[in-house]
């Protein structure tokens, strides 16, 4: 199980796994806001099973990080979907390929089809005669930034509301 932890002023900061948590909870650093139905039992205690949790204390972020990219950022950014014919996608294709100097950027990858990715080779999609379907830019928002929120419990809902909007 994992854990949402959000800064003191609710914003979310964190994806955590529930030992982390509960640790932060039992050394005073941070509060349990929505709990699992089934509780933690040991010899000594019986503890809430913590879904998200705030810190005590604000912790202060870097303004303007960038999200990395990955393959699994470009495929979830392109809703597992191939960018040139729609259909489900496993895999991702540099618009520019990279023999033609085409770098590892949010605006020059794209998910796409085994058999999109194999037609197009070593050609753009204009040599092709092919339009892109989706916007090719990089994603913003805290969920994107939250290492492990694809994994997200339904307990989280209202502390990330562009989750679904992604």
Known sequence: MRTLVLNAGYEPLAVVP???ALVLVLAGKAN????DEVP???TRATLPRPAVIVLNR???VPFGRAVPVSRRGVLR????????CNRPASTVDHVLPRSRGGRDTWENLVACCLRCNGVKGDRT???MGWQLRV?????HGAAW???????????WGGYLPELDAA
Do not use: Q
């Open 77 to 84: 950014r392109d809703g597992h979907r191939c960018g040139y």
């Open 32 to 35: 349990v806001v929505v709990a």
């Open 125 to 127: 999609p204009e040599e």
């Open 40 to 42: 933690v039992a040991s």
């Open 145 to 155: 930034l939250l290492r492990g929120s694809e994994h997200r419990s339904p307990l």
């Open 135 to 139: 916007r090719l830019r990089a994603p």
């Open 18 to 20: 529930l030992r982390r």
């Open 58 to 60: 604000y912790v202060r």
